[in-house]
């Protein structure tokens, strides 16, 4: 039986929603999330490594977060969203407690899979835009494509990039760090 979806969910649906289903909250709606499959761990756990290890070596402002992890976001309009994205990035201390994130933070990555495409691809560029979210990468195992999004000073994504899983990759809120994807293993 398939679950009927309501267009005006709130944070105290999400709140109370059963624990063992992972979901989404966006603009007032419900997103059930599928498990991920081994790629899309894989891809994520790499990436997670070598975003911490980069951290650690520079002193660890920041911190380095892999789902599940709550990120609640709030956009220009005052609507609160929460996700669990693959990856967060944080450089803000204060927006961290025990709940997870409370505001954008400066990097997400998510690893898209088939179920997720309009999602990440449309609903989150938005959403991601809208709260403040310095950049946001897509990396698509299947495809082997990264696409990057990175905000600009009028806080809008003009900038896109297209990148191949032969390319390097220079991660635009630190200074040094480059990803090479042809070390990312599958």
């Not at 999400?14 to 624990?19: I, V």
């Not at 990120?71 to 204060?94: F, G, M």
């Not at 297209?162 to 090479?180: A, C, N, P, R, W």
């Amino acid at each position: 039986m398939s679950k009927i979806i309501k267009n005006n969910y709130t944070e105290v649906d999400y709140e109370n929603w059963p624990e063992d289903e992972r979901i989404e909250l966006i603009d007032g709606q419900i997103y059930v999330m599928a498990p991920p499959s081994r790629v899309h761990q894989e891809v994520s756990m790499q990436l997670s490594v070598l975003i911490y290890n980069y951290i650690a070596s520079k002193g660890g402002r920041c911190k380095v977060y892999s789902a599940p992890f709550d990120v609640r976001l709030k956009d220009k309009n005052d609507k609160i969203s929460r996700v669990q994205p693959d990856i967060s990035i944080v450089c803000d201390e204060k927006k961290l407690n025990d709940k997870g994130c409370d505001g954008a933070p400066d990097m997400i990555i998510e690893i898209a899979s088939p179920s997720s495409l309009s999602r990440d691809y449309v609903v989150k560029v938005n959403l991601y835009q809208n709260s403040g979210v310095k950049e946001y990468w897509i990396v698509n195992p299947h495809k082997k494509s990264i696409i990057v999004f990175r905000m600009n000073q009028n806080d809008e994504y003009n900038e896109v990039d297209q990148y191949s899983f032969d390319d390097t990759i220079k991660v635009g809120i630190f200074e040094d760090l480059k990803i090479d994807f042809k070390n990312i293993s599958m």
